[in-house]
């Protein structure tokens, strides 16, 4: 197989859609990636990612980030187990945003890992499409 032909493969296979706050893109390169997880809402510094493989929607990462703060949650397959990340032990629960216009999710404070391992846990879900061994799971 030719070189040109092997990294044509290879795109496909790890093309994903991206969804955010601004909208929903098909993307095929790490760098591209990057730039969307480097935007977030001026108003209240915080944005949602949803990543999944292009041709079907899992699995599924979801990635929420405010500030330097983000919480992260896999799911392998449709009614498949869930996992949400797991960061340093804590207690209380942390607000995050879901949408520009404010709406909210209420998740465990324990679940918060810095934005510099969510970006990795992306990073590795775009070249593997498998929950990211980069993060401590915890199943619910």
């Known amino acids: 197989m030719s070189n040109a032909r092997s990294r044509s493969k290879r ?27 480097d935007r977030r809402s001026e108003s209240i510094c915080a944005n949602a990612y949803s990543l999944s493989p292009a041709q079907t929607a899992f699995p599924f ?32 629960n942390a607000v995050f945003y879901e949408t520009n216009a404010g709406a909210t999710i209420v998740a465990p404070a324990e679940a918060i890992v810095p934005v510099a391992t969510a970006v990795e846990a992306a990073r590795e879900f775009f070249e593997t499409h498998t929950s990211p061994s980069c993060v401590r799971w915890l199943a619910i």
């Not at 795109?11 to 997880?37: C, H, K, P, W």
């Open 61 to 92: 990462l979801g990635i929420f980030v405010k500030n330097d703060q983000a919480i992260l949650n896999y799911i392998a397959s449709e009614g498949g187990d869930c996992a949400i990340s797991r960061g340093a032990e804590a207690y209380g």
């Open 11 to 37: 795109t496909e296979a790890n093309m994903l859609m991206v969804e955010d706050f601004f909208g929903t893109y098909q993307i095929s390169t790490l760098d591209e990636l990057e730039r969307i997880l």
